[in-house]
Nanobody
Framework: QVQVVESGGGLVQAGGSLRLSCAASGSIVSINFMGWYRQAPGNQRELVAGITTGGSRNYADSVKGRFTISRDNAKNTVYLQMNSLKPEDTGVYYC???????????????WGQGTQVTVSS
């Protein structure tokens, strides 16, 4: 069993900053991909930023230059530093981890429960 837990959401004014954290725990052999997704009311869940074990990163165009994703492989933890926040960044932010739970090659996708980020104008 694998648990993924996010923290760090909240209410912030436009132009402010927040830092999200996500920790995976349980029966983990290794974690390949870790990423942050967000879902605004009425919208589909979208990828905000992702990072591989080797440190390769990708970002949604809307957050490039403002958000930074990082991870601590030893702690199975991923972070999302969000600067210059805009009202359109508002939504529920979900952490996703691609986890190997045994010595085989398969990875399984696990999601956190989500953390609310609200940016006021």
């Amino acid at each position: 069993q694998v648990q993924v837990v996010e923290s760090g959401g909240g209410l912030v004014q436009a132009g402010g900053s927040l830092r999200l954290s996500c920790a995976a725990s349980g029966s983990i052999v290794s974690i390949n991909f870790m990423g942050w997704y967000r879902q605004a009311p009425g919208n589909q869940r979208e990828l905000v930023a992702g990072i591989t074990t080797g440190g390769s990163r990708n970002y949604a165009d809307s957050v490039k230059g403002r958000f930074t994703i990082s991870r601590d492989n030893a702690k199975n933890t991923v972070y999302l530093q969000m600067n210059s926040l805009k009202p359109e960044d508002t939504g529920v932010y979900y952490c996703n981890a691609g986890v190997r739970v045994n010595v085989g090659p398969l990875t399984y996708s696990y999601w956190g429960q989500g953390t609310q980020v609200t940016v006021s104008s």
